[in-house]
């Protein structure tokens, strides 16, 4: 439970939910995502949880155990695929933070003048190297804790940090609460413009990051299932993660948003926001500079956690498929990843004007990342376990009694699930 807390809290909550929000009208967007989550969110984490737990294997051989039809092997593939192409572009945002913790640590960040925190990391990510080497050194440091073991590796790792990130996050927020404008940054985030309901691409943008968020439809959920013991209750763990992980970001847009209009920032920044308005706030507050230093490791270690547990998904199908040993088979991924990010590494660098579905390289693989490959992967969970996994063998491996928790459970996994993915797909197509 702790190395699940740790994949989906993170980077996602303080770097992607931002970023995604700001452009997406603010409040509206929080609305739709926090009604997203509870719709589609809980139903497919405990799905996604309860398959591993059956299978006790790894992606692939765990779809394959708990159906009739070994082709449904085919479904782990893709959750490890999707797990491959989140994490080569994690690990470039990873290594925004690991920069930001060195350069505050040596005083490079803190010395930038105020309103040039911009230009600084403009220049960071623009530079035809550095992105690089912070994104080696992300894919590096998580495959030598996968090498290590999830028990070894993260669970000891998190249970110092998310309280202690959890903290750091909490004092920003009330401190940004104290900014001038910071009421405008609540309202943009807390008050709807109910005519934004009428745009789709809020909705799209609102279910993507859920699926980010969480982790749902990569295989980190189920590899983690499959590591669960027999007396853990599934429900309650994944309910914890949930609250756990939509309060976390709840609490960060707070720290953020105050300060974007505080300081007259674009919440449309894109998704060099957060990197570029909280070093605003470190700047005015008092021990700024040790405040940014903590968060940043802290965020750093986040990134890790979050990282570790892409990684590990496929790395468990190789281990599976070819005997090959962990650390073999994470050092192989490792590369593979480390080879497949370097462009979103420098997508606003040498790569500049390099679009997918005009988008710049990361985003545009963050977009179909998230609102394409994880849908896809979320949909085959809901049909696996709602349809085709006997009803009697998914409630028990979920320990639930068929009371109206379950009923409520399998509709949502059966009906309203699938169907909100399904138009969510057929509305990017037809965008």
Request: aromatic letters at 12%; hydrophobic letters at 60%; charged letters at 10%.
């Amino acid at each position: 439970m702790l190395a699940t807390i740790g994949s989906a809290a993170g980077l996602g909550n303080i770097w992607r939910f931002s970023y995604v929000a700001g452009e997406n009208g603010g409040a509206a967007f929080l609305l739709i995502y926090v009604v997203g989550v509870a719709l589609i969110g809980v139903p497919l984490l405990l799905g996604e949880f309860s398959i591993g737990r059956r299978g006790q294997a790894d992606a692939v051989t765990s779809f394959a155990t708990v159906t009739p039809n070994r082709r449904w092997g085919l479904a782990g593939w893709l959750l490890a695929v999707a797990a491959f192409v989140l994490l080569s572009y994690y690990a470039v945002i990873a290594g925004w933070a690991y920069k930001y913790f060195a350069g505050y640590l040596i005083g490079d960040v803190s010395n930038a003048a105020r309103g040039g925190f911009a230009s600084y990391f403009n220049s960071f990510v623009a530079d035809p190297i550095e992105p690089v080497l912070w994104q080696l050194l992300v894919v590096a440091s998580t495959v030598a804790v996968v090498m290590v073991g999830v028990r070894h590796g993260i669970e000891r790792v998190n249970k110092i940090l998310m309280p202690l990130l959890g903290v750091i996050v909490v004092m920003l927020a009330a401190y940004g609460l104290t900014l001038d404008g910071a009421s405008a940054g609540l309202a943009f985030l807390f008050r709807p413009d109910w005519s934004a309901l009428a745009h789709p691409p809020v909705y799209f943008a609102a279910a993507g990051q859920a699926f980010f968020s969480l982790g749902i439809g990569a295989g980190a959920l189920l590899t983690y299932g499959s590591y669960t013991p027999a007396g853990q209750k599934l429900a309650p763990a994944a309910l914890t993660v949930v609250a756990g992980d939509t309060l976390f970001a709840i609490i960060a847009g707070v720290a953020i948003f105050p300060a974007v209009f505080a300081f007259g920032l674009d919440p449309a920044h894109g998704p060099k926001l957060a990197f570029v308005t909280l070093p605003e706030v470190f700047n005015v507050m008092p021990g700024g500079r040790a405040v940014a230093i903590a968060f940043f490791a802290l965020l750093g270690l986040a990134a890790l956690t979050s990282a570790v547990s892409l990684l590990e998904v496929p790395s468990a199908v190789l281990m599976r498929k070819f005997r090959w040993s962990r650390s073999k088979s994470a050092l192989f991924i490792g590369v593979a990843v480390f080879a497949a990010g370097v462009p979103s590494a420098l997508g606003y660098g040498v790569l500049d004007g390099v679009t997918l579905f005009g988008l710049g390289i990361l985003e545009g693989i963050d977009r179909i990342a998230s609102n394409i490959v994880l849908p896809i992967g979320g949909m085959l969970i809901a049909i696996c376990v709602g349809w085709v996994w006997s009803r009697r063998d998914a409630l028990q491996t979920m320990d639930l009694q068929d009371g109206w928790i379950a009923r409520a459970w399998l509709f949502l996994l059966r009906y309203l699930s699938p169907l909100l993915i399904l138009l969510m797909l057929l509305g990017l197509v037809t965008e």
